[in-house]
């Protein structure tokens, strides 16, 4: 695919406001909740979070295919003053028909019509709206030539490839020139190989195009590569947003540290010590009696600790610490308070994942040290511990 910027004329990117935007069911499930959001013209908008979480929903009452039960959608739109000059006013897009909004969407399964070539489903809906045939073969073409589908506009879509499919997909929406690009999971019907490869495709047509897009995934890889700054979600709620950078260096709270990250964020529940130190316990039998075994680490010069000692001092707290800065080496000092057993070991090429028991739990570390390791090895273990994370153990928000 071509999407040199010299190649592709830049589209008239929108942008969206939007101000306590909710959605409550008529059995009174409430899918989305008080959605705040500003979306600049030209960015790359991801929502992510786990299945049930409303980014769905939330693209749908966009796209107008649900009703909003609350709140406003707004876009900017120009208008001509009697001098000449050009205002931008916010329109509420509420009450709006789906056909009027300026926008257009890219489904999960394609939505193509099977009778019909490439041609006539990328033209399909200015046909429906009785656009010039010349402005239609114009606009078709243009598209077809951003896509490099030029070669296949007589096929139907059964004579194309998944990635082929969903580029026709991506071109129906294009010869609309939408404000707003709307995308739900179009990438998901189709193999690794080839999601990698159009996620790359994807980010650089819309940097070419200068479209503002909104992209729906459950894939946190397909967040982090493809987005500006992500949304993510829970139970119809935003519990962060921001680039990919920053919800991954600094999540606002427990969940954004579990769902962003492969793989996931270690988390252990400690206990605040007097002597700069936090606590980690576990209880188990041996011989019949209850054992308790215990391991500290120092968190004195952590930059959270004035807070940790002032307000959660003898109190339960959730520590966490992303893989790649655990430090998992071979033992080599019998003496080590640190030390514990390889459980699981897996190469992943350039890196490798090792999985070591540690007061009962499973954590696993990230390392890129080609040395061997095998399980049943006994290893010594580090926290780099400027890197550790801490959450309230009631409202899971970051202890900062």
Known sequence: ??????????????????????????????????????????????????SGCGKSTT????????????????????????????????????????????????????ALYAHMTVYHNMAFSLMIRKENEDVIHEKVMKAARILGMEDYLNRKPAQLSGGQRQRVAIGRAIVRDPKIFLLDEPLSNLDAKLRGQMRKELKELQAALGATMLYVTHDQIEAITLADRIVIMDKGIIKQVGTPVEVYTDPDNLFVANFIGMPAMNVFKVRILENGEVLLREEVKENGKVVSKQTTINVEDHPAYNNLK?????????????????????????????????????????????????????????????????????????????????????????VR
């Not at 295919?65 to 001509?80: C, K, W, Y």
């Not at 030390?339 to 994942?353: C, H, N, R, V």
């Not at 999985?355 to 273990?381: A, C, P, T, W």
């Open 1 to 50: 695919m071509q999407t040199k910027n010299n190649l592709i004329e830049k589209v008239e990117a929108g942008n969206l406001i939007f101000r306590g935007m909710k959605k409550v069911y008529p059995n009174g499930v409430e899918a989305v909740k008080d959605f705040n959001l500003e979306v600049e013209p030209g960015e790359f908008i991801v929502l992510v979070g786990p």
């Open 59 to 110: 693209i749908r009452m966009i796209a107008g295919l649900e009703e909003i039960s609350g709140g406003e959608l707004l876009i900017n739109v120009d208008t001509e003053n009697d001098d000449g000059t050009i205002t931008s006013v916010e329109k509420v897009l509420n009450n709006v028909a789906p056909k009027d909004r300026d926008i257009s969407m890219v489904f999960q399964n394609y």
């Open 310 to 398: 002032q307000n959660y001092l003898g109190k339960e707290i959730y520590l966490g610490i992303r893989p790649e800065n655990i430090i998992v080496k071979r033992l080599v000092d019998n003496d080590s308070m640190y030390q514990s057993t390889i459980q699981l070991y897996e190469l992943l090429g350039s890196e490798s994942l090792v999985h070591i028991d540690l007061m009962g739990q499973n954590v696993v570390s990230k390392i890129k040290d080609f040395e061997r390791l095998n399980v049943g090895d006994k290893v010594e273990y580090k926290f780099l511990t400027e890197h550790l994370f801490f959450f309230d153990n009631e409202t899971e928000e970051r």
